[in-house]
């Protein structure tokens, strides 16, 4: 592992975002949010473009966003929950980045995700119910980061401070390494 960009993962409402801001204020790292950047090149929201062009479409330029974004160095890369079911972008953001997933329970996600009106996965009648048909789907693939970090009990600032102690020690091994 190489650890020149930090990534963050896990399911929607996780915190990606705001540990992702807070962690790169931290570093003095420039922060870069896959789905923001792709509403920014589009000119419509995630919702948008899953309603007119479907997932696929999106995962496509997921697919090509997350690329773009590993090629540079220093990046907190808050990505979207479904980025690292893609073979190659779990492959690309292990060998680029320190991955960390953020974890919490269903109930907790159901709480932050609030009407999940802005969340195309979460349409439909049950909100919870597809959260854990999700959150099963990809279990396997957030197992995968090199850090797994469960919100439930922490500040963002200690879970910032976890992934700053876990970007030290890789960087420490790389250093003897060598």
Not at 55 to 69: D, I, N, P, S, V
Request: with cysteine; proline share 1%.
């Amino acid at each position: 592992m190489r650890a020149r960009n930090i990534a963050l993962t896990g399911f929607m409402a996780v915190g990606k975002s705001v540990v992702g801001r807070k962690l790169a204020r931290r570093l003095g790292w420039r922060l870069v949010d896959v789905d923001r950047a792709i509403e920014e090149e589009q000119g419509m929201k995630v919702q948008e473009i899953f309603e007119r062009e479907g997932e696929a479409y999106f995962r496509k330029l997921e697919k090509r966003k997350l690329g773009e974004m590993l090629s540079e160095e220093n990046r907190v890369i808050a990505t979207g929950g479904g980025a690292v079911l893609d073979d190659e972008n779990l492959s690309l953001l292990k060998r680029q980045s320190l991955l960390v997933c953020l974890t919490a329970s269903p109930e907790t996600l159901l709480r932050r995700s609030g009407s999940g009106k802005e969340r195309p996965l979460l349409q439909g009648d049950d909100k919870r119910r597809r959260i854990e048909e999700l959150l099963s789907r990809r279990k396997e693939r957030y197992a995968q980061a090199h850090l797994c970090i469960d919100t439930e009990a922490r500040t963002v600032d200690q879970v910032v401070e976890e992934i700053i102690a876990a970007l030290r020690n890789a960087k420490g091994k790389m250093k003897s390494a060598k």
